[in-house]
């Protein structure tokens, strides 16, 4: 959520559109820059009951696999419940190139590495635009810290990949912690 006052200056709002992707100019009024402000704050409330949602309903597939694993009394059986879960991880590896194959259609892209200091860049930012639009506006952060340009995906997606960058085992994870490491080291103390 974007924290921001209605008795805030017009230039301080449109900083703070800036700062997290929203598209707005100078020739709006300020009605209308709150406007996109609200507007924008709905949708992240909405990504976030998404992705609570999707966390709940795999917490619950989890619990279900448990217990069909607990009622399976053949070895043999737990052998090809590995295999399958192998084959799901393979399928999930398929599904992210799919999402990279395609990923020029979208024009809403949410950024699900962590937040970078001194920078516009915070966990969540989401951008309208082509995936090159995007990324050129990140460029000087992508240049310093390339992990986060993989990082950026469809909005629609957000949900998804919030689970991934938690959840070790996958390359977003990897991202996000190559990321998170880099922060830290270029940290002055």
């Known amino acids: 959520m974007i924290d921001y006052k209605k008795s805030d200056k017009k230039a301080e709002l449109i900083k703070l559109c ?18 996109e402000l609200d507007k924008f704050n709905a949708e992240l ?6 992705q609570e949602e999707a966390a709940d309903n795999e917490n619950d597939s989890d619990d279900e696999n448990d217990s069909d694993d607990e009622n399976d009394s053949n070895d043999e ?14 399928s999930n590896d398929d599904n992210d190139s799919d999402d990279d194959e395609n990923i020029e259609e979208y024009d ?9 200091p001194g920078t516009s860049l915070k966990e ?4 309208t635009g082509n995936l090159s639009d995007v990324k050129e506006f990140l460029s000087d952060i992508i240049e310093k ?9 469809p ?12 959840k070790a085992g996958n390359a ?18």
């Open 18 to 35: 800036e700062e997290n992707g929203i598209e707005v100019s100078e020739d709006m009024n300020k009605d209308k820059i709150l406007s």
């Open 45 to 50: 409330e909405a990504l976030d009951e998404e």
């Open 77 to 90: 059986n737990d052998s090809d419940d590995e295999n399958d879960s192998d084959d799901e991880n393979d």
């Open 108 to 116: 809403r892209f949410a950024y699900v590495g962590p937040s970078i």
């Open 124 to 127: 969540k930012s989401i951008f």
């Open 145 to 153: 810290y390339p992990q986060t340009e993989k990082l950026i995906v």
């Open 155 to 166: 909005v629609s997606h957000l949900a998804e990949y919030t689970n991934k960058v938690k």
């Open 172 to 189: 977003y994870n990897v991202y996000y912690n190559d990321v998170v490491s880099a922060v830290r080291g270029n940290k002055e103390v």
